[in-house]
């Protein structure tokens, strides 16, 4: 198993402006992705990132709203870029140790944008 | 892209009853189908999965069936129990990717 830190837990933030959360994991995984979730709804993914390399978008994100690193294969981090009240939402990390096996997520980060 | 559905959205039971939860996905080159329980205020969590060259999977109370041909995939939970009151996703994994599409969810009630 994978254990996983996901900072902050939960930020009200102003419009315009942007939020980095950061995601830690207790030891080296292949693959991390992000995912939005809605209230009420599912899970999205965003991105799948990429150590060393840029981030793989899904359709309908794109880098200039959620610039994603991954530095090494135990961090990475998304930033949401110029808030709306439409990005309010849960973001999770989640990691996988090999394709096609046990996602792991993180606690979540709550975001509220007023 | 992948697409999944899944159904119902919400499922009430009685206590020792049994519950379904059925979806169908796009792409028949995925080939990891797991299944995700998430309680109110949590991080999804990991109940069962089936890849794709087996038929059915179970764990105790939990099983998972898969028709390829018909690109559908349930979940069977037996002898149900108030703890089993949550939030159900299922998910599909294109090829070899490891990224994750999940159904809309379903919201089971176990009554006592």
């Known amino acids: 198993s994978a254990v996983i830190s996901q900072k902050p837990s939960r930020d009200i933030c102003q419009r315009g402006t942007s939020l980095t959360i950061q995601c830690q994991v207790d030891s080296q995984v292949t693959m991390m992705f992000w995912y939005r979730q809605q209230p009420g709804q599912s899970l999205t993914l965003i991105a799948t990132a990429n150590q060393g390399s840029e981030a793989t978008y899904e359709s309908g994100f794109v880098i200039d709203k959620f610039p994603i690193s991954r530095p090494n294969l135990t961090f990475s981090t998304l930033t949401v870029s110029n808030m709306s009240p439409e990005d309010s939402s849960i973001y999770l990390c989640s990691v996988e140790q090999a394709e096609n096996t046990e996602a792991f997520f993180g606690q979540g980060t709550r975001l509220t944008v007023v | 892209g992948e697409n999944v559905e899944q159904h119902p959205s919400t499922l009430s039971v009685q206590e020792g009853d049994s519950a379904v939860i059925k979806c169908t996905y796009s792409?028949?080159?995925?080939?990891?189908f797991p299944w995700y329980k998430q309680e109110l205020g949590k991080r999804p969590q990991l109940i069962i999965d089936?890849?794709?060259?087996?038929g059915e999977k179970k764990d105790q109370r939990i099983a998972v069936t898969l028709n390829k041909t018909a690109k559908h995939f349930s979940l069977h939970i037996t002898e149900t129990q108030p703890e089993d009151s949550a939030v159900y996703f299922c998910?599909?994994?294109?090829?070899?990717?490891?990224?994750?599409?999940f159904g809309q969810g379903t919201t089971l009630q176990v009554k006592p």
């Open positions: 792409d028949s080159a995925s080939n990891y």
């Open positions: 089936i890849r794709s060259n087996v």
């Open positions: 998910a599909a994994a294109p090829g070899n990717t490891g990224k994750l599409i």
